[in-house]
């Protein structure tokens, strides 16, 4: 740990969203095989899932296509971050690790890991 500074770990969470056109329709797909969208069993959700990406994917490529060819919420998200990152040290004098995830696309919020959380862990 830098001395002086303390550790902390911030995670930004969206519900993502796809970054081009040949992502709409896994991110569909993984949209409704959420449980709290579709409450159905994992047998039916997972092909209705699979038939709601297929026939919504090109109106939502065109919907995506007006706003830039993707959606804008990662990247967003990301200048949050760095805004928070230099915020964070200017005013609190932290040493920050910063991840940003989403929900349905790309990096899974499952899939993410802080590095040196055990040392804060250990810390408090």
């Known amino acids: ?5 303390e550790k ?9 969203g796809p970054d081009g056109p040949r992502a709409v329709r896994p991110f569909l797909e993984n949209l409704f095989s959420d449980p709290a969208i579709i409450g159905a069993p994992w ?8 038939f709601i990406a297929r ?6 490529v065109a919907n995506y296509a007006v706003m830039g060819g993707g959606s804008p ?11 928070l990152d230099v915020r964070l040290a200017l005013v ?4 920050v690790n ?4 989403d929900k349905d696309y790309k990096k899974f919020h499952t899939q993410t890991k802080i590095v040196g ?8």
């Open 73 to 83: 919420i990662m990247p967003e998200t990301t200048r949050q971050a760095e805004a």
């Open 55 to 60: 026939s919504r994917e090109r109106a939502a």
């Open 8 to 16: 902390i770990a911030v995670v930004l969470f969206n519900l993502g």
């Open 117 to 124: 959380m055990e040392e804060v862990k250990e810390q408090h």
């Open 1 to 5: 740990m830098t001395a002086g500074r």
């Open 98 to 101: 910063l991840d940003v995830t």
């Open 43 to 50: 047998i039916v959700r997972k092909p209705l899932a699979a």
């Open 92 to 95: 609190k004098n932290f040493n």
